[in-house]
């Protein structure tokens, strides 16, 4: 399973942009999808995950700002990131679990995009 994300980028503090994770190998469907982000100097943080089930959990420094999707027709999970700030700032990655015990941890998944970087400027 290949995952690839884009989508990140530049912007200002108070901006939105969406990433994408586009997978191929294998259908996200029976996947549950995680979002995870690293900053310099840091260790991977979750962010976010889309649970088989299709619930959601946030971490709480991203609750109500970010929303992670999926469009399983098209094998693609999505993170809309809107009211970015600097803190932000971080390389984000897309995850897959298909394994049947799933936990929030960087460790808990089968599979890793390379990540796309994210910088929100004060």
């Known amino acids: 399973v290949q995952l690839v994300e884009s989508g990140g980028g530049l912007v200002q503090a108070g901006a939105s942009l969406r990433l994408s994770c586009t997978a191929s190998?294998?259908?996200?469907?029976?996947?549950?999808m995680a979002w995870f982000r690293q900053a310099p100097g840091k260790e991977h943080e979750f962010v976010t995950i889309?649970?088989?089930?299709?619930?959601?959990n946030y971490a709480d420094s991203v609750k109500g700002r970010f929303t992670i999707s999926r469009d399983n027709a098209k094998n693609t999970v999505y993170l809309q990131m809107n009211s970015l700030k600097p803190e932000d700032t971080a390389v984000y990655y897309c995850?897959?679990?298909?394994?049947?015990?799933?936990?929030?941890?960087?460790?808990?998944?089968?599979?890793w995009g390379q990540g796309t970087q994210v910088t929100v400027s004060s």
């Open positions: 995850a897959a679990a298909y394994r049947s015990l799933i936990r929030t941890n960087w460790d808990s998944y089968d599979y």
């Open positions: 190998g294998r259908t996200l469907s029976t996947a549950a």
């Open positions: 889309s649970w088989r089930g299709g619930e959601t």
